[in-house]
């Protein structure tokens, strides 16, 4: 989840690049961050001191300005300013910041416009004062932070985790039914709850993840879940959990960044991850060891899905394409390149070879897929937003998307034409799961609401709940279920 990137438009060359803004990157560091960091951490009004010329002050500027495009996430220019460590390593040009040197620091060169593009990027330069306060602290050594002072962003996932001083909520990043029926698992930052589907009750919390998990999937005979996610820019996590013990059977490590999709194939023998490292790994689920890696996106690959009939893996990326891989060899058997923007969802459409996506441009792609090739079946542009999610009901007769234009809409698959709209949702649906009989549809937001609806009468069942009320005590124990 929380997987979606904008793109500029413009004339500029910077125009083509994936423009990495949106969803996590901003959320998680102006949304979350200060909900589940220790308020200590952040600088902001209220807390510390904020004396001009120290850093806190200029981390104040540099979090409300730069740290939207320049985190562990985006990462634009290769800048990460979530601490004074990132900040001082510099970025794809090498230190931006010569301490005693303002005139000659590539950040106040940027800042001023003397060499372009001018920061903030597209945005209202900074004031003067703002710019003034930047270079007094470079000039006078650009200092790190004082013990007790405030850093740009509490994102180093190593330091110590203090608890939150308030009940605080988590976006829902993931959603899936069991395939009984009986379980809804609801994953969001760093733990998953298993929810009764009949009663509501949340069974047991699993923790232990170490960021948000972002991805759910569970065997298709219910005893195991992979849940999927990792820490942006360092590495892919895979927990794979024993349903009825609510105990950790491993832990799957690799890629060198966040997983955004995990699939488990047909005959639950093997998983596939897809990551923002731009790779695929196949593993084998009962060993956990890793068999393949797939490498053929150029970009960020936010959806996979293995075929009805376990052959084939389909992929969905950032760069615009849709890849068909297959299982056994782990070659790729075709690009299908329809999609003029990024790809966020994919979904086979049950009893069938077609397969579907969606993503940035808005339209929902189906394809016809044999062997060697893949025909475009049907193209709709189908929402007034990026469309973040699709998914078909089991039995292959509807399709559902959601939107950033706040909408979720049920679709005839064959048309494609909405049969029900859900509109006005009070917040992006970023998780979404279809009951095995088809009857219910779990939608869960970035503002960490869970909505079921249902998909007889398409009325809404009860009313939203906040899914994770608060964060887990402090003595958080790792990679264990509390009940
Ligand atoms: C809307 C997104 C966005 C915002 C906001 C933004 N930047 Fe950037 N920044 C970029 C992009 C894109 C690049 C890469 C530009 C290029 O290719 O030269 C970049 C590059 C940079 C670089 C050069 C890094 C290098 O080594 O090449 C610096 C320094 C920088 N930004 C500073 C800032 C500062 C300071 C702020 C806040 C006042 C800021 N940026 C806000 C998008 C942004």
Redesign the pocket.
């Known amino acids: 989840m929380g997987r979606f990137r904008l793109r500029i438009s413009g004339t500029s060359p910077?125009a083509a690049?994936p423009w990495n803004?949106l969803a996590f990157g901003i959320f998680v560091m102006f949304g979350v961050a200060g909900a589940v960091m220790p308020t200590a951490a952040i600088a902001g009004p209220g807390g510390e001191s904020q004396t001009a010329g120290g850093f806190s002050h200029v981390a104040a500027?540099?979090k409300k300005?730069?740290l939207?495009?320049?985190n562990g996430t985006a990462k634009?220019?290769?800048?990460v300013m979530d601490s004074y460590a990132t900040l001082m390593k510099?970025?794809?040009?090498?230190a931006?910041i010569l301490p005693g040197k303002e005139s000659q620091s590539?950040?106040i060169l940027?800042?001023e416009g003397k060499v372009q593009?001018r920061?903030?990027?597209?945005?209202e330069p900074?004031s003067a004062a703002d710019i003034k306060a930047i270079e007094d602290w470079i000039h006078t050594g650009a200092k790190g932070p004082a013990a007790g002072e405030a850093t740009i962003a509490p994102s180093e996932p190593n330091i110590p985790n203090i608890k939150p001083q308030v009940p605080v909520t988590s976006p829902i990043t993931s959603l899936a039914y069991s395939p009984d029926g009986k379980i809804l698992a609801v994953g969001g930052y760093q733990k998953v709850e298993l929810k009764a589907t009949d009663t509501g009750k949340v069974l047991a919390t699993l923790t232990g993840h170490v960021d948000y998990v972002r991805s759910l999937a569970f065997s298709p005979d219910g005893k195991w879940l992979a849940a999927a996610g990792g820490l942006p820019a360092r590495q892919g996590e895979i927990k794979m959990w024993d349903v009825a013990a609510r105990q950790l059977l491993r832990t799957l490590n690799g890629h060198t960044d966040c997983i955004y999709s995990v699939a488990v194939s047909p005959d639950g023998k093997l998983l596939a991850s897809g990551s923002y490292d731009k790779t695929i790994i196949l593993w084998d689920a009962a060993t956990g060891k890793d068999l393949k890696t797939l490498r053929d996106h150029i970009d960020a690959v936010f959806g996979v899905a293995f075929s009805p009939d376990g052959k084939w893996l389909a992929s969905g990326s950032q760069d615009r394409t849709v890849k068909i891989w297959s299982v056994a060899t782990g070659e790729r058997l075709y690009t299908l390149g329809n999609p003029s923007d990024s790809v966020t969802s994919i979904a086979f459409r049950p009893g069938s070879n077609q397969l579907a996506a969606a993503g940035f441009d808005k339209t929902i792609w189906v394809w016809n897929l044999a062997p060697d090739a893949g025909t475009l079946a049907q193209s709709l542009i189908a929402d007034e937003d990026a469309i973040l999610q699709i998914a078909y009901t089991p039995d292959g007769k509807r399709l559902i998307t959601t939107s950033s234009d706040f909408s979720v809409s049920v679709r005839d698959a064959d048309s494609l034409n909405p049969v029900a709209v859900f509109d006005k949702q009070p917040d992006w649906v970023e998780a979404l799961s279809i009951s095995p009989d088809g009857k219910w549809l779990a939608a869960g937001r970035y503002n960490g609401t869970l909505s079921i609806y249902n998909l007889q009468d398409y009325q809404e069942v009860g009313s939203p709940e906040v899914a994770f009320q608060t964060h887990p005590p402090a003595a958080r124990v790792k990679q264990t279920a509390s009940r």
């Open positions: 910077l690049m803004l500027i540099l300005n730069c939207g495009c320049h634009m220019g290769g800048l510099g970025g794809a040009h090498g931006v590539l950040m940027r800042l593009p920061m903030p990027f597209g945005g900074l």
